[in-house]
């Protein structure tokens, strides 16, 4: 069986996205461990000059590390991803890799119609940056608009045709996960751009 | 023309702040640059609003203000720093100051991409609703591999690069004129001012005749006012009420209080009302502003009041030519507002500042160009704020 952390893409106390990731996490529990991980207390990065990163980044490093991958789900703020889940990749990415080829699924959850479309594609170029260098699992959406109607009181989806559609998807990053692994010959070279690059070593 | 520069970056080392203070002090003949820094506002969570903090509404008041704004942005990941978005979205929340504001990306980074992938990131964060800021289209500067770019003095050292920033300035203040007359045209009308003072606020001492000629001593006697050698605390100092009387009376210029419910609360009394540059008298403190200033004047009165209510300016400045060429007398009303950026009043301050500018020339050998044209009229005649305008003991 699998390991996925679900990485919630706000600090708000109310958040669809999270409402989402504990869906998923009780949905394909017979597929796959899920643990949820906040960003809520993480200090405002800022590159300390002497590159250490709190604790807290240090623990949830250790934990992407351990897991077979990652499941983001984002909301969308100002047309981006908010400024609190910029915030944790930037610790998370900071002197240590834990990113470096991770198998990555993207999901998002907004309000009105567009499903956190814009943040999505922000995102997997976040993802995408030198000292991230996730594999994003490729031509995969799954945008939940209306999502303060999405869910009934027991936490389940209730449109069928979502559900349907994230079980799709999901089985395919369960596939993706296994093919990552085989994804070898450019590891090596992924991981030592991510430890070469520095701020300073121009 | 006045721009505020945001430091996209909260690092202590940072080429994007180099980059505004370089452009600040560079092309000081286009505009004039306020550089903000971003390190103390906190990470935005929706759940535990902080609008009404310092630092937010700070930089809120100070946008408002500014014609323009600059944003310098780094590249981290592929995208802006989370300081910068954290900022945005706050701004973006409860209050909106960026909206129809004129705007500018610049960014440098250390390698060779010059933040392209910020910058274009950074354009789709302000067209959000939200947001709404006005971000001229083209017209890119990309500063890459930064760190050889600038010389021990923080210069920019090629040439090239200083006059390509110098069109695409000069194309942002024309960007700027452009959007500001777009914008004038739509400019709702401001909300009708209470110059009779009908209401009180927090502050109002009740149950006095503001019209009293002895409204100070009968209000003073009200709330107890301490006096003569009661200490006073203050940010940041202790005195004695007649060490304040002593500190405002030896300020160079004439200086009036008027609350943000618009009563006339001060004046640093001196001089007698045939004396004084704006005449006033002591019978005259406690007054609504109406009652004041001549009836012709009050459509100006609320117009001043207006504007530094609203945050349209922060300072109104009106030049009096009628005391002849041996005076520079300028009127200034400039907008005081306590540390969350609550609107608290005018203070407004009187000087001939010609013995000033004497002393300078003197000093630096420079001379004033032209003639000095003791007829020509107040700078914001389209109001009507003339010398007219002011408080009157002939009221």
Redesign the interface.
Known sequence: MKHFIGLVGT????STNRQLLQFIQSHFREHATIELMEI?S??????P?DSSVPTDVKEMAEKIEQADGVIISTPE????????L??A??WL?YGIYPFVDKPVMITGASYGTLGSS?AQA?LR??L??P??KARIMPSSEFLLAHSLQAFNEDNQLVDPEQIEKLEGLFADFVIFVDLVTQLVHAHGSNKKAAENFS?DN? | MKFVGIVG?????SYNRKLLQFIKTQYQDLFELDVVEI?DI??????DDQTNTAPIQQLNQKILAADGVIIATPE????????L??V??WL?FKIHPLENKPVMIVGAS??DQGSS?AQL?LR??L??P??NAIVMPGNEFLLG?V?EKFDENDQLTDTNTVKFLQGVLEKFVDFVRLVNRLEARKEEPLPKEDLYVTDTIETTIECVDMAAEDWVEQAAAKVNAVEGDTYVKLNRGILTVDQINTFLASMPMELTYADDNNQFLYYNYTKEAEDMLADRVPGQVGNPLALCHPERSLTSVEWVIQQLRSGRQDVVRVHVPTHGPDKFVVHNYQAMHDDEGNYKGINEYILDFKPIVDWYLQQTGLRLEGEIDAGSGASQQDHGVDAGSGASAKA
């Open positions: 600090n708000s106390d109310h809520k993480l200090p405002v990065f800022n590159k000059e703020y100002d047309h981006a991803v908010p400024a609190s910029m915030n990749l930037n990415s814009r922000h170029q976040i995408d940056a000292e991230l701020w121009l | 970056s909260n690092a202590e080392l390190k906190p990470m935005f969570n929706q759940s981290h990941n592929h995208t802006i720093s989370a300081g978005k954290s945005l979205e973006s250390y390698y992938r990131h789709q964060i067209d959000a939200g947001v591999k760190k």
